[in-house]
């Protein structure tokens, strides 16, 4: 039985081997890389000023009088009456503006906390605990993800007339506590932010399962929460068919039906459209205090187990 040995390659001199020459790498930024880049930054500019440019033109058209918002100079300076407009808008129909606002902040606002801790609490309950038919009726929760909130409006409308909650504060607000993506979403936050071992911990110590939820795991899910809270919060803020379903007294519509009926009656009285324009403006601030206060919680909700 014969072996061979392996041949290595050696220098023409006799030396030691010397390894093959190798292509020189290209420098990272050439003119392809400064092509790229140039695209992709025109890209971004592009989209930045497609999303930017409707909140410019409210932001100027809320300062203008109503021939000057049917006219050419909207991004003007001049026909300047920001004051004059809120004061109109805060006086029309009796202060319906400023009910319009407090009906909002309390679907939204309370709607948000309350069904963010339900989501956060099922969410909780789907990750640490193991009961029958877990997974089916999790994936019950999934289908509701799947289902459109306008399919439920008529059979949510059909259930409030039955038990007379129809043109009531509550036939709004309750549809709006259950979220099923809410919970699909607390159930992730809760196995990236809750480990097992500080609660297997906390029941050494002698809690119980509700005492180590709201002291120990409530606490850790703390950006999970604010996540949730702001997705419902934005959802509520912007909800319009629901309350058009369920309401008929304008006294408990929201800002975003209100808003619909005024700009349904500019057609016969224009003088609504500046009205209608400073107070579309009007009902973003919430929002945005909301996510500028909260963004650092909401950033690490977003990340929540992904590094491990």
């Given at each position: 039985m014969t072996t061979?040995?392996?041949?290595?390659?050696?220098?023409?001199?006799?030396?030691?081997?010397?390894?093959?020459?190798?292509?020189?790498?290209?420098?990272?930024?050439?003119?392809?890389?400064?092509?790229s880049r140039g695209v992709a930054n025109a890209v971004i500019l592009i989209a930045a000023l497609y999303t930017m440019m409707p909140a410019l033109w409210l932001l100027f058209a809320s300062t203008k009088n109503a021939d000057a918002l049917f006219g050419s100079d909207i991004f003007s300076l001049g026909d300047f009456s920001l004051s004059r407009n809120l004061s109109d808008l805060f006086a029309m129909d009796g202060g319906l503006y400023g009910e319009w606002y407090l009906n909002s902040l309390l679907y939204a606002v309370g709607g948000a906390l309350v069904g963010s801790l339900i989501s956060v609490s099922a969410g909780y309950a789907f990750d640490k605990y193991e009961f029958r038919h877990k997974e089916k009726l999790f994936g019950l929760v999934l289908t509701g993800v799947m289902v459109p909130q306008t399919v439920l409006a008529l059979p949510l409308y059909l259930v409030a007339s039955e038990i007379g909650l129809v043109n009531t504060f509550w036939a709004v607000f309750v549809p709006v506590l259950f979220n099923p993506f809410g919970v699909y979403l607390a159930r992730l936050l809760s196995s990236g932010y809750v480990p097992n071992e500080v609660l297997e911990a906390s029941r050494v110590d002698g809690a119980g399962e509700l005492q180590t939820y709201v002291r120990v795991s409530l606490r850790m899910l703390?950006?999970?929460?604010?996540?949730?809270?702001?997705?419902?919060?934005?959802?509520?803020?912007?909800?319009?068919?629901?309350?058009?379903?369920?309401?008929?007294?304008?006294?408990?519509?929201?800002?975003?039906?209100?808003?619909?009926?005024?700009?349904?009656?500019?057609t016969v009285s224009p003088e609504y459209y500046p009205l209608?324009?400073?107070?579309?403006?009007?009902a973003v601030v919430p929002l945005i205090v909301a996510f500028v206060t909260l963004q650092r919680y909401w950033k690490s909700g977003l990340t929540a187990g992904s590094v491990k």
């Open positions: 061979t040995t392996p041949i290595t390659p050696t220098s023409p001199s006799g030396g030691p081997p010397t390894k093959p020459p190798t292509k020189p790498l290209g420098r990272p930024f050439g003119k392809s890389g400064l092509t703390g950006p999970g929460f604010v996540t949730v809270f702001l997705f419902q919060l934005t959802a509520i803020w912007n909800n319009f068919f629901l309350p058009m379903v369920m309401l008929s007294d304008q006294h408990l519509y929201p800002l975003s039906l209100g808003l619909y009926t005024w700009n349904s009656s500019a209608v324009v400073i107070g579309s403006l009007l």
